[in-house]
């Protein structure tokens, strides 16, 4: 079964730092991923996806950026954070064939201070 | 326009009652697919149910079922028999088949609170 591993869970960031998450699934090739943000309280905001290694697709404009460099890994940057980018990310990948569900990452909350 | 509406910010039940969570949903899309998700305070995303745009029958899961109104376009949790350890919040998501590229598209949630 796939499992999507997230890391790290707590990062507390000054603004117009760098930033880099990682996730990396273990159990399926060529997942489908996704990064969405939370923000307090709120639903899920996607933020990329990707169907392939080097293929990301933005969802929505913003100072962060996604690449796919592994069919497994999936990261999460940006070059300088703003206050606004603190929230709760969650990686996740499609599920193995005949689980119809969405596999969720364990999540890094992230506050921009 | 938002594609999934959770209606109910809030909601709290008695433990070993029943509790229905709404969420209805907008698509023009033939194919498509309903999520139920519950949250915990750790944060992690817990699949919980799973309801096709084609399936005949309504989606049910142990103590968890899902009341599929295609016509209305609403997609209903059902907890029965309410656990203390059910208190989370609850995401209803939707994937869109053919146009949508299968991406999830999540509803604003639902906090469950079940008091003993």
């Known amino acids: 079964s796939q499992t999507i591993h997230q890391w790290p869970a707590t990062l507390v960031q000054p603004v117009g730092s760098p930033l880099s998450l990682e996730c990396t699934v273990e159990g399926t090739s060529n997942p489908n991923l996704y990064w969405y943000r939370q923000a307090a309280g709120r639903g899920l905001q996607l933020l990329f996806y990707s169907v392939g290694i080097g293929q990301i697709s933005s969802e929505v404009p913003q100072n962060l950026s996604a690449s796919r460099p592994q069919d497994r890994q999936f990261i999460l940057s940006s070059k300088k954070l703003l206050l606004s980018d603190s929230g709760f990310y969650l990686c996740?990948?499609?599920?193995?064939?005949?689980?119809?569900?969405?596999?969720f990452g364990s999540g890094t909350r992230l506050t921009v201070v | 326009a938002q594609k999934i509406t959770q209606t109910q910010p809030g909601m709290f039940v008695q433990e070993k009652e029943a509790v229905t969570l709404d969420c209805t949903y907008d698509?023009?899309?033939?194919?498509?697919?309903l999520f139920w998700y519950k949250q915990p305070s750790s944060g992690e995303m817990i699949f919980l149910i799973y309801?096709?745009?084609?399936?005949?029958q309504n989606a049910t899961e142990g103590r968890y079922s899902l009341n599929f109104q295609k016509a209305r376009k609403s997609a209903n949790l059902v907890i029965s028999a309410s656990q203390l350890g059910d208190s989370a919040m609850y995401f209803c998501a939707m994937r869109e088949g053919l146009r949508g590229s299968y991406i999830p598209t999540f509803g604003r949630g639902t906090s469950l609170i079940v008091h003993p």
């Open positions: 309801q096709g745009s084609y399936d005949q």
């Open positions: 996740a990948g499609r599920g193995d064939r005949g689980h119809r569900g969405y596999t």
């Open positions: 698509t023009s899309d033939p194919s498509y697919g």
